[in-house]
């Protein structure tokens, strides 16, 4: 767990897109960032307070996360100065960088001598069981893609969202380190050792009221060879009650494999359905969560129209038209 | 890679089980197996030559293997003194066991001064690619089962010695620790990290000639909601022409799942072939494994015919009955 809340780094980022993590943390928990710190020549903005270590210090902030991604990951020498001087001032650290802050020796001297901690959510700190496929309490859903990085966080997040605005309990379980740097918890499930990856999910998803909804978010693809293992562990340690299936409609080939093509919903419906329905029998697909950002609107009204009366499952892009209709089918179950 | 041939250490085996993983060395490789090595009280009996160290080394063996499992997977002091005298007297030592060679301070300071290596077979000791998915030469066969320990590697080893019989080149791809310690070679799937998984298969079965048959042993089960990520990895990263359908039908529920009852042979079959076409469109059903040890062998037999009836595939037990039609079934792909 990192403690909350949080000074949101974002360094010399050279454009507003390298500071994504940054931006999902202020999108999707605001009562989380405290301000920013930017350096010189930083070409991101959030519009959140900018804050130096003593003044966000003072509006409570806990932990400084690097909300933001360089070339290669690396941890920049221009950032340690104000790392060091981060954890001096009695901040943790939070970081998803290819490269750990704990392979940092100056860092480490430093959170040693100050007793702060550094968190790589790369990197998993918990011994996961290894899953019993016992049945849990509680309600999930998961985010199942046709590919990866077609919106299945998004997806889940602003499900999360609408749910609690209908009064419902839930919450958002991050499966990756930008989910887990929103909400300040979570599994790393790529860097899990594979006899362990389902029961990592059992764990992140445990007994729960019979009215509370766990909003699972996915992580690659049944139809993507690289990491459809990673997803086979989401569908069966997650044990959940309904799917909600995730496309992208313009991409022409698989992410990073050219000469595969995408699957349709229909075919990735009738793979992962049964698939779910071996660890809870009473699993349903109910919606589709399309990724419309490369079609008009018209185009995109009309491609939803057309899904939803071919495959009888509302269909939405929540990022355009909101995910009300994906809780209320939810909600609805 | 471990270097061969082996002395087989049985220790103090309580019975011949405890042996099992020396037994699929001598059963499998006997060119791999020069002598066994008991200790005082050894129930176990592989019927090699006794030898001791000095024998065995003067036999050409190479590495010490520990053949034998006892309670938790331990390093028991009793063998200690053994182990030491081995690496001593030039042999590498190899294991299995959960408790690792070289977590034991006595056996990694003696390896070091002696420059003898500790192969550890349960550890990944590759950085391995993420899959690509690139379409490789050569053939490729995977079995996969309704559950987990129906028989997958036995099955492989079995086609593997048919297709050599035959003169078809064959190589036996181990993926777990046994069939690791049995060619001296492969990947321990279950303890590779998820992202690496499928990359850890591709590695495994690279390009190989056009008429060259990759063995691919099976791991978990689709069906099995702890493991099933793994069988997945396996079934993309291996990009297999071939699945052969491994079962064992008087199961009553998966194995260390109560309450999950295995599939039929035809829900295994609808799931895996999908799956497999994703990454091998080519990809076919070619045949059935039974493990028929709890039929008598009329109640075998007529199974048997049953299954080739209903599902119009070959279908043996390869232990009773030899693998030799799986094996016609490949040649004819």
């Avoid at 309990?169 to 979570?186: D, V, Y």
């Avoid at 044990?239 to 990735?268: K, N, S």
Wanted: aromatic share 6%.
């Amino acid at each position: 767990m990192i403690e909350t809340p949080y000074l949101l780094f974002l360094g010399d980022a050279p454009d507003q897109l390298a500071a994504k993590v940054a931006q999902g943390i202020k999108d999707w928990r605001p009562e989380n960032a405290v301000g920013q710190y930017r350096m010189e020549g930083c070409k991101a903005d959030l519009g959140l307070a900018d804050m130096d270590l003593a003044e966000a210090k003072a509006a409570g902030a806990k932990t400084l996360v690097i909300g933001v991604a360089n070339r290669g990951g690396l941890i920049s020498p221009a950032w340690k100065k104000v790392l060091v001087a981060a954890l001096e001032e009695g901040f943790d650290l939070a970081s998803g960088l290819h490269n750990l802050l704990r392979d940092e020796p100056d860092l480490v001297a430093v959170a040693e001598a100050t007793g702060r901690s550094l968190h790589d959510v790369r990197v998993p700190e918990v011994k996961y069981p290894i899953a019993s496929g016992i049945k849990r309490s509680g309600k999930r859903v998961l985010a199942v893609g046709t590919d990866c990085s077609v919106g299945k966080m998004y997806t889940a997040l602003a499900l999360d969202a609408a749910l609690r605005e209908q009064g419902i309990k839930s919450t958002f379980r991050a499966t990756g380190q930008t989910g887990i740097l929103i909400t300040g918890a979570g599994v790393p499930l790529d860097a899990v050792i594979a006899d362990f990856m389902a029961g990592s999910i059992e764990w992140l998803t445990p007994d729960n009221d019979d009215d509370h909804w766990d909003i699972i978010e996915g992580q690659g693809s049944l139809f993507h060879v690289s990491y459809s293992g990673v997803t086979m562990a989401l569908i069966h340690g997650g044990q959940p009650d309904a799917l909600i299936l995730c496309h992208e409609p313009t991409r022409t080939h698989m992410r990073g494999l050219p000469g595969y093509t995408p699957p349709t919903l229909e075919a990735l419906r009738d793979i992962a359905l049964p698939l779910a329905q071996v660890a809870n029998p009473a699993c349903k697909v109910v919606g589709i969560s399309v990724n419309t950002q490369h079609m008009s609107e018209d185009e995109a009204t009309a491609y939803l129209a057309d899904l939803e009366a071919s495959m009888g499952l509302p269909a939405t892009d929540p990022y355009r038209f909101g995910a009300a209709k994906l809780a209320a089918a939810l909600a609805a179950l």
